[in-house]
């Protein structure tokens, strides 16, 4: 093998390497109270912390749950019986999620009645 | 020189002093607080956990699930610590293309008769094409 035949193999191979270690995936994050969730492209995370969930789409889709979360207290005078965590009013479930980046459709639901809104139609649904 | 040299040194220790005083509970409500103090005579003076959990799925189409509990004990009834302090923290990583990683950590303990503190950190992270990555942290006192 030449020596200049060489050096090109050396420099396909150097640029190839660059471009397979400068390739990186998206990655979606979102931060809530300190803790971290994140996506890579096409996945889904999910976290819930103390009742409190949210959801982070690689695909760029907005999917979050909210639920109750719980407030925390070192006074002693407030003491309740039973958990601390679990929420003393009624948990209210909401539930947000939009497909595809132009906003093709865009679902809310709360308390088992949904809001669905498509580019061409509303519909609400009651379970 | 001399005289400097002992101002000095008096700075440094009552720094540390000062530090300390300033430092521990701060009392809202003194009697009521010795009394509370007072009534917990035989129970423990503090109570802490600390429960960190890491999961991680590697491999492509790989599954990694992870479940960790740690529950305080009651003790003899009626009787807590007069501080509980509770830490739950969690690293849940899907590293794999279409990989599928789980965590769920849940703390359950006593409330302190003066004071709980919990703290409650967690990082989920689905990095692989079509990973999954769910995460789950309770962090919980009861009386």
């Given at each position: ?29 979102q931060?809530?109270n300190?803790?971290l ?41 407030n ?49 | ?6 101002v ?28 509370t103090?007072?009534?917990?005579r ?22 990694a ?41 849940a ?27 769910n ?9």
């Amino acid at each position: 093998m030449s020596r200049c035949s060489r050096t090109a193999t050396f420099a396909a191979l150097s640029i190839l390497w660059c471009g397979v270690s400068a390739s990186a995936e998206t990655l979606r994050c979102q931060s809530v109270n300190g803790n971290l969730n994140c996506a890579g492209s096409g996945g889904v995370s999910c976290q819930t912390v103390d009742g409190k969930k949210v959801c982070v789409s690689g695909h760029g889709d907005v999917v979050q749950s909210f639920g109750n979360g719980k407030s925390f207290s070192d006074d002693a005078d407030n003491d309740e019986d039973g958990l601390d965590g679990a929420p003393s009013h009624p948990v209210i479930h909401q539930r947000l999620e939009q497909h595809g980046p132009g906003g093709h459709t865009l679902l809310l639901e709360r308390d088992g009645t949904k809001l669905h809104i498509q580019t061409d139609s509303l519909s609400i649904d009651r379970n | 020189m001399q005289r400097a040299s002992l101002v000095i040194l008096a700075l440094l220790a009552a720094l540390p002093a000062a530090a300390q005083e300033r430092g521990g509970l701060a009392l809202r409500n003194p009697v009521s607080e010795v009394d509370t103090i007072d009534a917990n005579r035989g129970c423990p003076l503090s109570a802490t956990s600390v429960t960190v959990g890491v999961n991680k799925a590697t491999g492509t189409g790989s599954s990694a699930q992870q479940q960790l509990g740690t529950f305080g004990g009651s003790g003899s009834s009626g009787c807590r610590p007069l501080v509980s302090t509770q830490v739950v923290a969690g690293v849940n990583l899907g590293l794999g293309n279409r990989s599928s990683a789980g965590q769920s950590i849940a703390v359950q303990g006593q409330r302190g008769a003066l004071a709980t503190t919990t703290f409650t950190r967690g990082v989920n992270i689905g990095v692989g094409a079509g990973s999954t990555a769910n995460q789950r942290l309770l962090n919980q006192t009861s009386r």
